[in-house]
């Protein structure tokens, strides 16, 4: 499908995942991925590549509110530089500052966020987080079409 996209917001545990298009301008959280050190079962990411055929994928990418690198961004940048190299598809690191921020407080006002499984909200924000992050890379960069 022309301009779909693929997300990933890696983190330590688990790894958020969204599709998105950039024709029509929409997003979908995906479930995430379970990861071990921020690595997550390449086979998985292999599979979802295979299944949603994205054109480009998007990696969220922390920096520090001044603008500056983490040791969380140098784990981001080896993700999206593994992903690139086993799937042969460009990868564009998108700035993610504030965007868990932006999750948690949407999760709030959701009827979500009444329920108590910690772990499902947990998941929820992540997915949520990769959606954030696509948003914004569709936003910035509208297809030309």
Known sequence: MKGRLLAFDPGLKRIGVATGNRTTGTTQALPTLDAKNGEPNWELVIQLVDEWKPQTLVVGFPLQLDGSESAMSKKCRRF?????????LPVILVDERLTSASADALIRDSAESGKSQTRRRQEWRDSLAA???????????PDPS
């Open 80 to 88: 999206a530089n593994k992903l690139e190299t086993k799937t042969q």
């Open 131 to 141: 959606e954030l992050i696509l948003g914004t890379y569709i936003n910035e960069n």
